[in-house]
């Protein structure tokens, strides 16, 4: 059985930073696309960012380019997502997904099979 785990949420200031784990269980998606995504109250679900576990660099939401970092620990079946220059706008919570296979289908949330419970991020201005 598939699960993922987020952890790393919390309260911070408006410029601080966050580090979010998610912790993958029952498969090990070592060639398969993973992503962040949130959901702030009252708003759609959103893509933040996703990565191919095989190979190459991760893609980005416009809003979130040159702060976000998405990072993968294949060895520890980890997904790491590194959150620079946080913003009030950044409040949300925060969702680690998975799926087989590549990333070609994009940010959309609805490609993606597996999802964890989320991790809630607040910034105050």
């Known amino acids: 059985q598939v699960q993922l785990v987020e952890s790393g949420g919390g309260s911070v200031q408006a410029g601080g930073s966050l580090r979010l784990s998610c912790a993958a269980s029952g498969y090990s998606f070592s060639r398969d696309c993973m992503g962040w995504f949130r959901q702030a109250p009252g708003k759609e679900r959103e893509g933040v960012g996703i990565?191919?576990?095989?190979?190459?660099?991760?893609g980005y939401a416009d809003s979130v380019k040159g702060r976000f970092t998405i990072s993968r620990d294949n060895a520890k079946n980890t997904l790491y997502l590194e959150m620079n220059s946080l913003k009030p706008e950044d409040t949300a919570m925060y969702y680690c997904?998975?799926?087989?296979?590549?990333?070609?289908?994009?940010?959309?949330?609805?490609?993606?099979?597996?999802w964890g419970q989320g991790t809630q991020v607040t910034v105050s201005s």
């Open positions: 990565i191919y576990t095989g190979f190459g660099g991760a």
């Open positions: 997904a998975a799926k087989y296979g590549s990333c070609a289908s994009g940010i959309r949330p609805d490609r993606f099979a597996y």
